[in-house]
């Protein structure tokens, strides 16, 4: 009876939105609401069912992954022998109400008393396989509590291209998709300098060239360090300021930026500021971004004296540049497969400073350890886990968090016709061409 009475009403609701649809959808669109983007697929049949399939093998599930506790003691005493068995009534813990999102499902678990989230974490595959969903993730925002994140498809499959969306403060830049189906944004106002690692061709050059394409409209000078002869960075030359190509134009060209932010400094001390974004618009310095490619070519010395200094001053002065720049308006954005202690002694210290992580696909367990090992331990796992045909796909973190995410696609004519357009904002800085023509001279 109760249910008759709720299909028949359901029915004439829907019958009558139907019929007013002229009337509520533009409504709707002058309140920036499109009802139309939103997954309808997912949330009339896809989470129902995700829902239900959930509930229906939870408790299957906690037995075989030892999720469930049993609450009485597994040892008795049987005669004169104290024995250990398995509990006949394990208790999983209890899943909470599901709550719908647009691209998946969120849900609570309580822990029994004496569960820790690590097994959880570590189910998360086969929780995923068990409700035949994208992705789970497990995190611990209270004690006790656990909330795990359902994504039901992988919207980093395809083609991305980041939305049109409304645009975005200076130098903040929206390079791909994260895995929720938003915009990837990377902000160099709010995180000042960036680290991205990764394998040979896993992606990241062309991070690089769609950040590039992103901040070039932007009243911003870029300089590039690509020490493998120019030839990633060198496609954006015409929007570039400067585009050191071996190690020698390197260090001059770091030598004429340290000298860049040491005028910068003297301007803010003559204002009285402490950044150079307190200072009125009009005499602000043009921010500078420093992007380096393949960070190793400036480390690695062949044994020779002259190797040996220039890998030692690009290190020095490099660091300088990271202490130094976030408040006087330079950027940088380093790229390389690997940072470790054994390109030198400055790279540990270069990499504390860089504090926007984003790993790619990695060879070994140590690269995606030292880069997102000291941020967030959880994500070095599944950066791990990204594979060889997921070409820029990435981990990131933020704020202690870390999330999945794919750049958008470069083509090289792309990345060339970018700059092309872009080339008149160029801002000219011929302190650092001259550097760089003085450092491939002494070389
Ligand atoms: N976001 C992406 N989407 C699709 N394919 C990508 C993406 N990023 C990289 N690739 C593919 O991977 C190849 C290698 O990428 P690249 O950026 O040169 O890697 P790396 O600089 O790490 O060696 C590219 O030529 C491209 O075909
Ligand atoms: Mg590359």
């Excluded at 005669?79 to 006949?88: M, P, S």
């Excluded at 691209?103 to 820790?116: A, D, E, I, S, Y």
């Excluded at 789970?136 to 992988?154: K, M, S, W």
């Excluded at 990241?204 to 901040?215: F, H, I």
Aim: glycine share 8%; net charge positive.
């Amino acid at each position: 009876m109760v249910w008759s009475l709720v299909v028949w009403l359901a029915s004439a609701a829907l019958i009558l939105g139907v019929l007013t649809q002229r009337f509520w959808e533009p409504w709707l669109l002058k309140k920036g609401f499109n009802w139309r983007s939103l997954p309808v697929r997912w949330y009339l049949v896809g989470f129902p069912a995700t829902a239900i399939r959930m509930r229906w093998r939870w408790k299957q599930v906690c037995l075989i992954n030892d999720l469930s506790i049993s609450r009485k003691p597994t040892r008795a005493v049987v005669g004169d022998l104290a024995v250990r068995g398995t509990a006949l009534k394990p208790v999983a813990p209890r899943l909470g109400l599901p709550r719908v999102t647009p691209k998946g499902l969120v849900v609570r678990v309580r822990l029994n008393p004496g569960q820790t989230p690590g097994p959880f974490l570590a189910a998360s595959e086969a929780l995923e396989h068990a409700w035949r969903v994208h992705r789970v993730r497990v995190t611990t925002p209270r004690r006790g509590e656990l909330i795990v994140t359902v994504t039901a498809g992988d919207s980093l499959r395809g083609k991305t291209e980041a939305a049109p969306l409304p645009p975005l403060p200076l130098l903040a830049a929206r390079v791909g998709k994260i895995e929720d189906g938003g915009a990837w944004e990377l902000n160099l106002r709010r995180i000042p300098h960036w680290l991205v690692v990764g394998a040979t061709r896993s992606g990241k050059s062309t991070l690089l060239a769609s950040w590039v394409c992103r901040l070039a409209p932007q009243p911003v000078a870029l300089v590039g360090i690509d020490c493998k002869g120019g030839m990633e960075l060198g496609l954006f030359e015409p929007r570039l300021s400067a585009l050191a190509c071996n190690r020698a134009e390197a260090v001059g060209l770091l030598g004429a930026l340290v000298t860049e932010i040491e005028n910068r400094m003297a301007i803010c001390r003559a204002e009285h500021v402490r950044s150079v974004w307190e200072l009125p618009e009009t005499e602000r310095p043009v921010p500078v971004v420093v992007l380096v490619d393949e960070i190793a070519e400036l480390y690695l010395s062949d044994g020779s004296r002259v190797s040996r200094d220039e890998a030692a001053q690009c290190s020095t002065l490099l660091l300088r540049l990271a202490q130094l720049g976030a408040g006087l308006g330079l950027h940088l954005i380093v790229a390389g497969q690997r940072v470790g202690s054994d390109l030198g002694p400055g790279v540990t210290a270069l990499r504390a400073q860089l504090s926007g992580r984003i790993a790619h696909r990695v060879n070994d367990s140590a690269t995606a350890e030292m880069a997102l090992g000291d941020l967030s331990p959880d994500a070095v796992a599944v950066a791990q886990l990204i594979s060889e045909n997921e070409q820029g796909v990435a981990v990131t973190t933020v704020g202690g968090r870390w999330m999945r995410a794919r750049s958008e696609l470069v083509t090289t004519d792309q990345a060339r016709a970018h700059a092309a357009e872009h080339a008149s904002r160029t801002p000219s800085m011929p302190a650092l061409t001259a550097a760089i023509a003085e450092g491939g001279k002494a070389a």
